[in-house]
């Protein structure tokens, strides 16, 4: 029997790591994902799902999904990723992190396999998810995928519901050149029969989730199209929202403790999808609802998106990290009062970089930094490139040094904005 750390080591050392590695640990089919999740009586039949893609948004939406259905009193499973402290923060039950000794126990009893199958370190931690998820019977299981959806390895599940949340460029190197090409990707988590929200109308790729649809006779709605924003305002700590339910006609009322604006969104995907599942037979009330979606970050435990950490200085931590995620991070800046801008920033190589950093404000001091792993991009070249956009400031090794700096510059009236990987984050906290 190995400790929880020599079972995490090995699994890092051993398996392929996309979040590490990059591309060369994407797997192109399901044959492992099938071949592990066989070897473990196909623990994927034992359970009901909800599965959730898209490019920006999706983790946020599966807490909000966990967090309701837990006040409605079921056993829920919540499958997301990457990890920001620790890997058992993946796998969930009712805001529980997965058991040590379950990590533990699975590994070794997958060891053996590992020659023959040779799967990713994702598609081993979606069999672990799958198989814990049934050995503790959960009612429902809210499950991310991690990279695209047709062949992402959590797309052997048959759900009661399909969420697709906002689609924009992202790991194009992947999914496609062009927001069609990505849509259609993230549209293969549609199954036969299914009904599929989709959070954002996008004009430009509607269509493909309209005939994929089509093809798989999956019922279709777009989220934006039953419900409205009639308001909103935003604090600290939450933001709360008016929303018409433009088929009953009838305004609802809701506070978040997820204060960044861009959850508006997010929210008409869950609240869209809640009332599809509350007709096939869900008991969810409007109280579980608004108790779910005040407690997020309480009930699920997640962090990182627009994450208040300090008051004074401000101090902000959001994993946003391509050009539709900065840009939301942009506009929430402008309902925040402070004196002086001082933004941590940091990103993997293998990110549109070039896209990205013009977004950025040039009034800020930028305090560029490098996450420790090996697809990070070097500090000294993103600060070589903020400084062709405009942005100065200076590079850190360490995302701790370039933190440690911006709070010896920071006065309490100022702002620190930590953004542009999980990783950076996660080294921050």
Not at 12 to 27: D, I
């Amino acid at each position: 029997m190995h400790t929880y750390a020599e079972t995490l080591d090995f699994l890092y050392q051993r398996l392929p790591m996309f979040t590490k590695v990059g591309a060369s640990a994407f797997k192109k089919d399901l044959h492992n994902t099938i071949a592990l999740l066989e070897l473990n009586d196909n623990p994927h039949h034992r359970f009901k799902s909800v599965h959730v893609a898209g490019t920006n948004g999706k983790g946020s939406s599966s807490h909000m999904l966990a967090a309701i259905f837990q006040q409605a009193g079921y056993k829920t499973g919540l499958y997301t990723s990457p990890h920001l402290l620790d890997f058992r923060e993946r796998i969930r039950i009712n805001g529980q992190m997965i058991s040590e000794a379950f990590v533990i126990d699975f590994t070794e009893k997958m060891r053996m396999h590992l020659d023959t199958i040779s799967p990713s370190f994702f598609e081993l931690t979606v069999a672990m998810a799958f198989a814990y998820f049934a050995a503790e019977q959960v009612d429902i299981a809210i499950i991310e995928t991690g990279l695209g959806g047709r062949l992402d390895s959590t797309n052997v599940i048959r759900p009661e519901l399909s969420l697709i949340t906002n689609i924009s460029y992202d790991h194009k190197n992947l999914l496609g050149e062009t927001l069609a090409e990505i849509a259609a990707e993230k549209a293969g988590i549609i199954k036969a029969g299914v009904p599929a929200v989709i959070s954002e109308t996008q004009t430009d790729i509607k269509y493909i989730f309209e005939q994929k649809a089509a093809a798989e006779n999956a019922p279709l709605h777009f989220a934006d199209q039953e419900w409205m924003a009639d308001g909103s305002r935003i604090s600290l700590s939450q933001l709360e929202l008016t929303l018409l339910d433009t088929r009953q006609q009838q305004m609802h009322h809701f506070k978040l403790d997820l204060s960044g604006q861009y959850q508006e969104k997010n929210v008409m995907g869950v609240l869209s999808a809640i009332k599809i599942l509350q007709q096939r037979g869900w008991h969810i009330t409007q109280e579980h609802i608004h108790a779910g979606l005040s407690h997020v970050k309480k009930l699920t435990g997640l962090r990182g998106r627009w994450d208040v950490v300090n008051e004074h200085p401000l101090t902000v931590l959001d994993v946003g990290h391509n050009e539709a995620g900065i840009i939301e991070i942009m506009q929430q800046l402008k309902h925040v009062n402070y004196q002086q801008l001082h933004i941590v920033a940091g990103f993997v190589k293998d990110k549109e970089v070039e896209k990205v950093l013009p977004l950025f404000p040039s009034t800020a001091h930028y305090y560029f930094c490098k996450a420790q792993i090996p697809r990070a991009l070097d500090e000294v070249t993103l600060a070589e490139m903020g400084a062709a956009c405009g942005l100065e400031g200076r590079a850190y090794a360490t995302v701790q040094e370039a933190l440690q700096a911006a709070k010896q510059h920071a006065h309490p009236d100022d702002m620190i904005l930590i953004c542009g990987s999980f990783f950076i984050v996660a080294e921050a906290m």
